[in-house]
């Protein structure tokens, strides 16, 4: 799918950004412009809007966050993987490894990488999925071939009957944002959120907020400690 760029002689690997956030993406796309062998060969904010311009442009690899406008980040990564197999992903996220790492190798990613992480460790990324590589932490890398290899997962597994916009909102009530905060960050209305709240509520068997509040805090804390002793 990729048409290979050349600058001063040298092959650059093209590179498109799924980013909806523009402050982020432009600090994003300066970091990657700085490598020789990089370049940002298009941009998107949304999945609706990536999928056209990811056909024209044909990128090498695709950057994509989770927290999109309308539809997860991982549904992108889902319908890549599906129909242009050849083309790499790589998840870059402020969501916790331990919370979603899998769920993205599962939707077809090639990695998974931390916004916090050091420039140099996302263009490193980059670099290592468009060789072939399957990019993760060290830490998180462990714990997948140990559980591969028949050990039991230090703390709760994720909540797997939730879908990847579900597993957001239940993150994000864990974290203590309330339905107000998590339609801003998401962009989606507050009644929209009110009904991933409700669909939660179902999916978990819990009776009320109060419920689903304590459920979610109580599973983002043990993540994270999972995510600390790995």
């Known amino acids: 799918m990729s048409e290979s760029t050349t600058t001063g002689g040298k092959t650059q690997i093209r590179v498109f950004l799924v980013e909806d956030h523009p402050v982020f993406r432009l600090g994003l796309r300066e970091l990657i412009e700085q490598e020789l062998d990089l370049h940002v060969c298009g941009e998107a904010e949304n999945v609706g809007s990536a999928w056209d311009k990811i056909c024209r442009s044909k990128p090498d690899l695709v950057v994509v966050d989770i927290s999109l406008v309308g539809r997860s980040g991982l549904e992108l990564v889902k319908q890549l993987k599906d129909e242009v197999p050849e083309l790499p992903t790589l998840v870059l996220s402020m969501h916790e490894e331990s919370l979603y790492a899998e769920r993205a190798l ?30 993760l932490s060290a830490k998180m890398t462990g714990e997948i071939l140990y559980k591969m ?5 230090k703390g709760p597994l994720p909540q797997q009957c939730l879908t990847n916009r579900e597993l957001e909102v239940f993150e994000m009530v864990g974290r203590g944002l309330t339905t107000r905060e998590i339609s801003d960050r998401l962009c989606l209305s507050a009644k929209t959120v009110g009904t991933y709240r409700e669909r939660i509520k179902e999916k978990l068997k819990l009776r009320n907020a109060s419920e689903l509040t304590h459920r979610a805090v109580q599973w983002v804390e043990q993540s994270a400690a999972r995510g600390e002793d790995g």
């Open 106 to 135: 599962q939707a077809g990613a090639r990695g998974y990488i931390m916004k916090h992480e050091t420039a140099d460790l996302i263009v490193d990324a980059i670099r290592k999925v468009r060789s072939g590589e399957v990019y």
């Open 149 to 153: 290899v028949g050990g039991t997962a």
